[in-house]
């Protein structure tokens, strides 16, 4: 089984998250889930957005890596909930042990240099998703794969953005338990 490393979105560290989190640990994982908004939650995703523009990128990438370098050694899967995604999708890139980059509903951009050996990447996405617009996965898969990414792309007709959080009026039941299903499944192979 795997350590996944699971980092929040925008809204912060909410009740979906330890949710999920608990859903990896009952399928075996053991799972880390730092709070890099260290307390704060919001209630909107503009409200998180300023939230995340107050720290900042610099400063979240550092509570990141802070918080998960004491596990590196033993090859972390990263995983992300949309902003969360873009976290660990960084991460992942700059860790040579990364064993697996799970994402859902976010990604982020990826440098020119990027590259890994092989890493087992998995992207869960709505279609369409304002945050995710097409064109913009299509770019990201193909950088992702010259990196060497070896990448899988499930995405879910109709699913608001961060569908698979119960408690916000994106949910969609279905797409979320397709995702958790294919996901677990992703996991058992690392």
Not at 105 to 117: N, P, Y
Not at 138 to 150: C, D, P
């Given at each position: 089984m795997a350590?996944?490393?699971?980092f929040h979105s925008a809204y912060g560290l909410r009740p979906a998250v330890h949710s999920a989190a608990e859903r990896l640990r009952a399928a075996g994982h053991q799972v880390l889930v730092p709070d890099l908004y260290e307390g704060r939650q919001a209630?909107?995703?503009?409200?998180?957005?300023?939230?995340?523009?107050?720290?900042g990128r610099d400063e979240l990438l550092r509570r990141a890596i802070t918080k998960t370098a004491p596990h590196s050694s033993e090859g972390l899967v990263y995983a992300g909930f949309s902003l969360g995604g873009s976290v660990a999708q960084t991460l992942a890139l700059g860790d040579e042990k990364a064993r697996g980059l799970l994402l859902f509903?976010?990604?982020?951009?990826?440098?020119?240099?990027?590259?890994?050996?092989e890493l087992p990447v998995q992207l869960h996405v709505?279609?369409?998703?304002?945050f995710e617009p097409h064109?913009?996965?299509?770019?990201?898969?193909?950088?992702?794969?010259?990196?060497?990414?070896?990448?899988?792309?499930?995405?879910?007709?109709?699913?608001g953005h961060i569908y698979t959080d119960p408690e916000l009026d994106d949910h969609d039941a279905e797409a979320a338990a397709q995702t958790w299903h294919t996901a677990l499944a992703f996991l058992s192979e690392l």
């Open positions: 350590t996944v490393v699971l209630a909107t995703v503009e409200e998180g957005m300023v939230i995340k523009d107050e720290i509903h976010g990604t982020s951009d990826i440098a020119d240099d990027a590259a890994v050996d709505a279609d369409p998703d304002p064109d913009w996965l299509s770019a990201w898969y193909l950088r992702m794969v010259r990196a060497g990414a070896e990448v899988e792309v499930y995405s879910y007709p109709g699913a």
